[in-house]
C-alpha cells in the first residue's frame, strides 16, 4: 500500500464528509451519528480512527471501550464496531490497515480484542478478514439485539443477528515511569 494513506483520529471535519461519502454510495449514514463518535471520542468512550487515501476520506472503524455485549463486559473487553471502507478504496488494504491501529490502541489497555460480525451476506467479506485477522468465535453463541439465541428459535437474518469474535494480542510494552524500564503492560490470561 502506498504510503499516501493516512490513518488518524477523526476530527471536527470529519462528520459532514463521511456522511455524504455513504449518502453518495445510498447509505444511510446520518452526520449525527459521527457527532455522536465525536462527542464519545472526546469522553474516553470510544475511539474513531479515519482512513484517508491521497487526503480523501475512505473508511473507518471505532473502539467502542463500553461495550453493551455481556460477554464483553464481563471480560472488560473492548469491542471493535463499524468498521466501513467505501466500495472504490476496498482490497487496496485499508481495512487492513485501519484494524492494525484499533488492535494497537487497545493492546494497550486489553490483552484482547472482541468484535460482532453479522451473519448476512453484507457481512461475507468482513468474516473472512476477522477469520485471516485471528478472530475466533467467542463460543456463546449467536446473538439478536444482544441476547443469545435458542437452538431451533426462528431469527431475522438482519444486522442484528450477530456472533461475537475474540482475538488474543500482543503485549504493547509500556515505559515503566519510576523504574525507566520497559516493561509488559497487561498480563494475558484472559479467553480468546
Ligand atoms: C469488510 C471491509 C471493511 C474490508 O475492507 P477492505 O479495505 O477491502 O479490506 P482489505 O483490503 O484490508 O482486505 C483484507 C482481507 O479481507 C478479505 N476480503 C476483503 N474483501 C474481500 C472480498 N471482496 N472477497 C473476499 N475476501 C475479502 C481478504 O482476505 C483480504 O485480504 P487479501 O486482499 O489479501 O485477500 C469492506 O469490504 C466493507 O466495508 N464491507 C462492508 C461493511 C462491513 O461488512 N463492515 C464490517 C462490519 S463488522
Known amino acids: 500500500m502506498a504510503d499516501s494513506v493516512e490513518i488518524r483520529a477523526l476530527n471536527d471535519g470529519d462528520p459532514e464528509t463521511m456522511s455524504a461519502a455513504f449518502k453518495g454510495i445510498g447509505a444511510g449514514k446520518p452526520v449525527v451519528q459521527y457527532r455522536r463518535y465525536l462527542a464519545e471520542q472526546l469522553a474516553g468512550t470510544r475511539a474513531c480512527l479515519v482512513a484517508t487515501l491521497d487526503r480523501q476520506f475512505a473508511g473507518y472503524v471505532t473502539v467502542n471501550w463500553a461495550p453493551t455485549y455481556c ?11 463499524d ?33 460482532g460480525v453479522g451473519l448476512h451476506p453484507g457481512y461475507n467479506q468482513a468474516q473472512r ?19 443469545y439465541v435458542e437452538e431451533g428459535a426462528p431469527v431475522v437474518l438482519d444486522d442484528d443477528l450477530v456472533l461475537h469474535l475474540t ?8 515505559r515503566d515511569e519510576a523504574s525507566g524500564r520497559l516493561r509488559g503492560l497487561l498480563s494475558s490470561r484472559a479467553t480468546g
Do not use: C, M, W
Open 83 to 115: 468498521l466501513n471502507v467505501l466500495p472504490g478504496f476496498r482490497r487496496k488494504g485499508l481495512a487492513t490497515r485501519l484494524l492494525d491501529r484499533a488492535e494497537e490502541e487497545i493492546s494497550r489497555r486489553s490483552g484482547i480484542a472482541g468484535i
Open 129 to 147: 478478514l476477522y477469520a485471516k485477522r485471528g478472530y475466533i468465535p467467542d463460543g456463546r453463541g449467536v446473538t439478536y439485539r444482544d441476547r
Open 167 to 174: 482475538k488474543r494480542l500482543e503485549q504493547q510494552p509500556v
Open 71 to 81: 460477554a464483553f463486559v464481563e471480560q472488560q473487553i473492548p469491542e471493535i464496531q
